[in-house]
């Protein structure tokens, strides 16, 4: 996985898409980047790209607006970053006029550089609810109420639904873009939330890459625990401590090769986790991604019997002085946190 810390704004601008209008308001400036927008956006970028739903695409073969408008540019065929943001912002209106439940929007086109090279970063900024004050005068006295804004921009530390970040296009690369397009699990296929994003407007396809197949094996590990292990503690701590081990000794991880290793003697429960993890659609070879690993494993939070939960980070779960697992040969296990000298409640 490309992580993504040296970010450099170039160029930005933002245009207004209102589906109760009939054209899109074009900006026809450059954002002033001062420090304060600087950081506005920064912010949004950094966040968005270290966003674990953040995927790998492939642009498809059509052609599409994004990506020949986004190429050229990129490639020095049309250096007018006005005019490519515009385009964007008319495709974007063109579906959004098409689809009436896909929500007003203002989008930002950044144009930025990193360590892996110059992108172009699309982010639909919807708009949120927020409240202000409003100052009236009646019989010559302050009336000050609270009233909704609801064209307010998200901030900085708010997550964004949608976006994309286009790389120039070279033979042999792994992929031309990364994207975020979460859904609105609460909506019908034919609402905001479908594809439209990525099929419509990006025309592209989301790609597996090592973060996704790391979380997902994780997953599918944790699942089958759950669902096979239900009362036995004992095997199932068993399987938890020898899944993370191996994820964090190897660069790479085979799954019958896990499997035999978790099971050793155990024929049935290693076909049907083998099982399993195929039907989850994880390949037999994964490439792990050891930064994803890191920060995942650093804290663990324990789930005991539905009315305790433990948090406790990795070098103290490690730790036999202060936190031990002992099993009692029944399927249970006692969990003892130790020499306690401090402690508060919350």
Request: proline content about 2%; hydrophobic content about 35%; overall charge negative.
């Amino acid at each position: 996985m490309e992580y993504i810390n040296d970010i450099n704004i170039l160029e930005a601008v933002i245009h207004i898409l209102d589906n109760n209008g009939d054209e899109p308001v074009l900006n026809h400036y450059k954002l002033e980047l001062n420090e304060d927008i600087y950081k506005f956006i920064l912010k949004h970028l950094q966040k968005s790209l270290n966003d674990e739903e953040l995927k790998y695409a492939v642009f498809n073969e059509k052609r599409t607006i994004v990506k020949e408008v986004s190429q050229e540019f990129l490639n020095g065929e049309n250096t007018d970053f006005i005019e490519a943001s515009q385009e964007l912002a008319r495709q974007m209106f063109s579906l959004m006029k098409s689809n009436v439940n896909i929500p007003s929007c203002d989008l930002m086109v950044v144009y930025f550089s990193t360590e892996y090279g110059p992108m172009i970063g699309i982010l639909k900024m919807d708009y949120v609810k927020n409240f202000t004050h409003q100052i009236d005068f009646v019989d010559n006295k302050i009336d000050i109420n609270i009233v909704p804004h609801t064209a307010g921009l998200p901030g900085g530390g708010q997550k964004l639904q949608k976006c994309a970040f286009i790389k120039p296009m070279r033979e042999e690369q792994e992929f031309n873009l990364m994207v975020i397009d979460k859904q609105n699990k609460s909506k019908e296929n034919d609402e905001y939330g479908s594809n439209f994003f990525i099929e419509n407007y990006l025309g592209c396809t989301i790609i597996a890459n090592e973060r996704d197949m790391t979380k997902n094996l994780l997953k599918a590990a944790e699942s089958w625990t759950r669902n096979n292990l239900q009362e036995d503690a004992e095997k199932a701590e068993q399987v938890r401590t020898q899944l993370k081990q191996k994820l964090k000794q190897e660069e790479t991880i085979n799954i019958n090769e896990l499997s035999e290793d978790i099971f050793k003697n155990e024929p049935q429960a290693m076909q049907s986790f083998n099982e399993f993890v195929a039907a989850q659609g994880l390949e037999k070879e994964i490439t792990l991604d050891k930064q994803y690993l890191e920060k995942k494993l650093k804290r663990i939070r324990l789930k005991i019997d539905k009315d305790i939960d433990i948090y406790i980070n990795e070098e103290a779960y490690s730790d036999i002085n202060r936190f031990e697992i002992v099993r009692n040969g029944d399927g249970s296990i006692n969990m003892t946190v130790k020499h306690v000298m401090n402690y508060v409640e919350k």
